[in-house]
């Protein structure tokens, strides 16, 4: 059984860091592409930020410079480093998993950024 589990969301400041963990059980991650995204109520689901298995990666213009995401095949687990945090990135985050022919989700966590 495939599962994909995000942790590391709160509640946080204006300009603050967060650290978004996926752990991955049920496959090896590194053959998959990787990705976060996220969704704030009231609006469509957006991809944030993508690994390639080569390490190659690649962000939505409004969280460049900001947000860093790595990977760790050894440990099966995916990151999310989040700096400088502003009230627009609050949303829920899943971490998803895709190997071209199809994915894999996670539940999500909640990030939400106070003002």
């Known amino acids: 059984q495939v599962q994909l589990v995000e942790s590391g969301g709160g509640l946080v400041q204006y300009g603050g860091s967060l650290r978004l963990s996926c752990a991955a059980s049920?496959?090896?991650?590194?053959?998959?592409?990787m990705r976060w995204y996220r969704q704030a109520p009231g609006k469509q689901r957006e991809l944030v930020a993508a690994?390639?298995?080569?390490?190659?990666?690649d962000y939505a213009d409004s969280v460049k410079g900001r947000f860093v995401i790595s990977r760790d095949n050894a440990r099966n687990m995916m990151y999310l480093q989040m700096n400088t945090l502003k009230p627009e990135d609050t949303a829920v985050y899943y971490c998803?998993?895709?190997w071209g022919s199809g994915d894999y989700w996670g539940q999500g966590t909640q990030v939400t950024v106070s003002s």
């Open positions: 049920g496959i090896r991650i590194s053959t998959y592409t």
């Open positions: 690994i390639s298995t080569l390490g190659v990666t």
């Open positions: 998803n998993a895709d």
